[in-house]
């Protein structure tokens, strides 16, 4: 019997995946009359993307040897208050401390990437857009039972 295979990648492999995922499916969205461009996007887009970030992102890193007791990561798009309860996305080349929100169109389809801007308790003070290319995905997992706080970038993944 083949002992089972693992997958070895990295948080920011999985979103920019998931971003390739959506961006396959425009052409698929325009034939079928859907708005997918923002502001004009509804709820059959938003679920949609909803159930592919579900899929590829959370449900990854849920299921990731590294996932342990960790709070929960939001939804896709999904517009909260504060972080204070939740593991995040973030982007390590900023300065500043982010949770990733969703993808935006400037130009081309999710060439940017909107983030929560938080303070210091981990409340939404404002929002920053970053072109998704010169973004560093990365987990900010907080512990559900200590509230540590932990960075993770790699993750291993039972096939």
């Not at 990437?113 to 990365?138: P, Q």
Request: aromatic share 10%; with cysteine; charged share 30%.
């Amino acid at each position: 019997m083949t002992p089972p295979a693992n997958w070895i990648t990295s948080i920011d492999e999985l979103v920019r995946l998931f971003g390739d995922a959506i961006r396959g499916l425009v052409p698929i969205a325009e034939r079928a009359h859907m708005q997918w461009r923002a502001p004009d996007s509804y709820d059959d887009w938003d679920q949609i993307c909803e159930a592919i970030y579900r899929s590829i992102v959370i449900g990854t890193i849920e299921f990731a040897e590294e996932a342990r007791t960790f709070l929960p990561v939001p939804d896709y798009d999904r517009r909260i208050n504060s972080y204070e309860k939740n593991s995040f996305l973030v982007d390590t080349k900023s300065k500043d401390d982010v949770a990733f929100v969703s993808f935006e169109t400037e130009t081309e389809p999710f060439d940017v990437s909107l983030f929560a801007l938080l303070d210091r308790n981990l409340r939404v003070i404002g929002s920053r857009r970053v072109a998704t290319a010169d973004v560093k995905f990365n987990l900010g997992c907080r512990d559900q039972n200590s509230g540590a706080w932990e960075l993770i970038d790699k993750l291993t993944v039972s096939l």
